[in-house]
């Protein structure tokens, strides 16, 4: 498997012949399967250019639904473990999607509206006009404990604040917009910046991202501007044509670049494990936190939990047990008391000096 390749194919074809356990990330772009029987008309007589294409023909529901089960499969064999995929996808599909993606193994964990901020209007005036898309972003199974999620990175599209699962983005237009002799090179291209989000939240410079159904190649030129490499598989002869002219004009990022990439990526901190703070000497089983908010106190134990009035578990459970609420994050509820001072001191202010000692196993 050569990285940054087009390789023009069938994806249930290709995906076997890929190794196990290959890429970090998938972004898949499946046919919607739209059901389009009529042609479109604008109310000035003028002629919708709606998809029509060959590739978005099914039979039935059954037909899509065996398709769908069959390169979602594929798709998870080729995932790392420590992997997400990403398929996107409107009303007329994303549910018959979702249900597959969870019946395979797959575990949700976010969806996103993309919310179209230019969208066609519906010309009829019957229904709704469809102003957005939705994305599943899943991990490769439940128990799957590491996956990659910027979180700091994503603050930038957001003004500084803790990223949304909706995204206002316009749709594909423009100069953006690639055309072959006056026509749509490709009916469903994607805009560059919702590919730009999905690649930053989910990958690392370096990482593989494999797009199965690469089209016009919008995964391809993101990734290669963001220092990703990237794989894609096209069945379309004129689409893999269009996808290799466009990503050859893509200059490769310059190394200040990559730089200040891996630097936002490595703004998202570790996790630190309670029980570390033990192995580290900066808090000794017997120790006694107190809740900031109630004054209640609770002891340390050796295995890292906290035992209160009865109550043992983590250092959240017994939180949100002494606060009587559903929820609470220990890390900022407890309170230690400094040697050095007498004052007391938030737990998590050792976390933080526990994040500079080599070791670490978050």
């Known amino acids: 498997m050569r990285p940054d390749t087009v390789i023009h194919g069938d994806c249930l074809e290709v995906l076997p012949s890929l190794p196990e356990k290959s890429v970090d990330a998938i972004f898949a772009d499946p046919p919607y399967n739209l059901q389009l029987s009529k042609e479109l008309w604008r ?3 003028t002629k919708v250019d709606a998809v029509d294409d060959d590739w978005d023909q099914f039979e039935s529901f059954a037909q899509y639904d065996r398709f769908t089960e069959a390169w979602l499969s594929a798709c998870r064999r080729v995932l790392k473990d420590t992997g997400t995929i990403w398929v ?3 009303y007329h599909n994303i549910y018959r999607v979702g249900k597959i993606l969870m019946d395979l193994g797959y575990w949700m964990l976010n969806d996103i509206i993309w919310v179209k901020t230019n969208p ?11 102003a957005h898309e939705i994305l599943l972003w899943a991990k490769k199974s439940e128990k799957q404990k590491r996956y990659t999620f910027n979180h700091q990175a994503m603050k930038e599209f957001h003004e500084g604040k ?8 316009p749709i594909c237009s423009g100069r953006e917009r690639l055309r072959v002799e006056g026509k749509k090179a490709h009916s469903t291209q ?9 690649i930053i939240a989910s990958t690392r410079v370096g990482d593989l991202i494999l797009d199965p159904f690469f089209g016009s190649g919008t995964t391809g030129a993101v990734a290669k501007r963001l220092g990703r490499r990237w794989l894609g598989i096209e069945l379309d002869e004129d689409y893999v044509r269009v996808a290799r002219e466009r990503i050859a004009r893509v200059p490769a990022p310059l190394p200040e670049l990559l730089e ?3 630097a936002r990526e490595k703004t998202s901190k570790p996790r630190v494990p309670f029980r570390r703070l033990l192995e580290l000497g900066l808090l000794r089983p017997g120790d006694i936190l107190i809740e900031k908010r109630t004054g209640a106190e609770a002891t340390v134990q050796k295995d890292g939990t906290l035992s209160a009035d009865g109550i043992s578990g983590s250092i959240h459970k017994v939180a949100a047990r002494v606060n009587e609420a559903p929820a609470a994050n220990g890390w900022t509820s407890w309170q230690y008391r400094d040697s050095a001072s007498g004052g007391l001191e938030l737990i998590d202010g050792l976390r933080e000096r526990a994040r500079g000692v080599a070791g670490n196993d978050g």
């Open 162 to 169: 803790q990223a949304r699962s909706d995204w206002r983005i």
């Open 88 to 90: 996107i996808g409107s």
């Open 43 to 45: 109310p000035n007589l």
């Open 120 to 130: 066609m209007p519906n010309f009829r005036g019957v229904r709704f006009t469809n």
């Open 260 to 262: 200040e990439l891996r």
């Open 190 to 198: 994607k805009p560059e910046a919702l590919l730009e989000r999905v």
